[in-house]
């Protein structure tokens, strides 16, 4: 068999990416098929619903329920502020009044003559959900959501956290190799995407998100480091949803690991351009890889697709990177793909491949312990 399929990293200068930009639950697509959109632009909205919160009207006042009604000073559907009379009861020929406000503004959803309790929903949330990167919208799916199409350079990262951003791209450093120290983060780089080297610092990443920096690219981090910036342990869910200022991209891996050479030249030579960067990351099924995107000028035209769908040949001249030790992180080329299993180290018996590294090397290596490196 000379041919096999594995999951890879996209580094790629012009591909076609489609983004699916979908509410979380159904609302107004605001936009039309053929449309063209910036990366601000809102394409669907949406409220969420609020929490209903109950107020115990009968025990506060001292009622029976079925007297609350005739408390209330507000029915069903009426909207009310906070600290709004909901109930009120007087005495001693209406010199005592004993009064039940609302604690929080939004609607009286309902009234129980049952049980004597008032139920107000707080005001829906508004959700917009925005394009991230310009292009056409392809696709509107109705209720839900659009998808929209692009053209330009895809890089994917290793592992990312924090969210959705979108600045100038920023290179820092001058090699792939650099380590970046606190001194390097100045003030001009709020809102920017920086790119560095090999590692950025702890002091340094704190120093990024207190500047306001938008997003940090770089080829490895110390995980210690990483856990000092979140704030707590890494979890084994899906990352992308933390709260941080700055959305962080990893390369290569954890440690200081050189970024590699082909994906500092290309981000290189996109410097100055606006990029969309997302962090999330999800490593088992449904595989989610954090990107930077970098919309060509024309942001619509014809390329190489890029989908998650798309089938990734691994064969004899394919761009890799290693992504176990004895060689992790280095890239080479795919040489030969010999068709038997082979016994390795561990006693398992796997299919492996023959690649030359960049470095100069030639190695043997488990073929899944590679992942493809798209041109």
Known sequence: MATAYTPGLKVSRRTTIRKTRRLPLKGEVIVSRGDRVGPDAVVARTELPGIMQTLRVAEFLGLEASDVPKALRVSEGDEVERGTIIAETKSFFGLLKNECRS??????????PISGHVGIR????????TAYIPGEVV???????VVIEAT????????????????ELRVIVGAPDETVEEDRITGDLAGKVVVTGANITGPSLRRAADVGVGGIVTGGIIDSDL????????GVAITGQEDVPTTLIVT???GVISMAQRTFDLLKSLEGKSASINGATQIRAGVIRPEIIV???DAVGPSRRTGADSEQSLDIGTRIRVIREPHFGMLGTVTALPPEPVLIESGAKVR???AELDAGARATVPRANVEIIQE
Request: net charge negative.
């Open 103 to 112: 604690p929080i503004s939004g609607v009286v959803e309902l009234v129980s």
């Open 122 to 129: 707080h005001r829906p949330t508004p959700v917009e959900v």
């Open 139 to 145: 696709e509107v799916i109705p209720e839900e959501g």
């Open 152 to 167: 330009g350079a895809l890089i994917q990262g290793i592992f990312g956290v924090g969210g959705e951003r979108i600045g």
């Open 227 to 234: 856990i000092g910036y979140l704030g707590h342990d890494i």
């Open 252 to 254: 290569e891996g954890f």
């Open 295 to 297: 919309p060509s000028e």
């Open 352 to 354: 492996t491949l023959e």
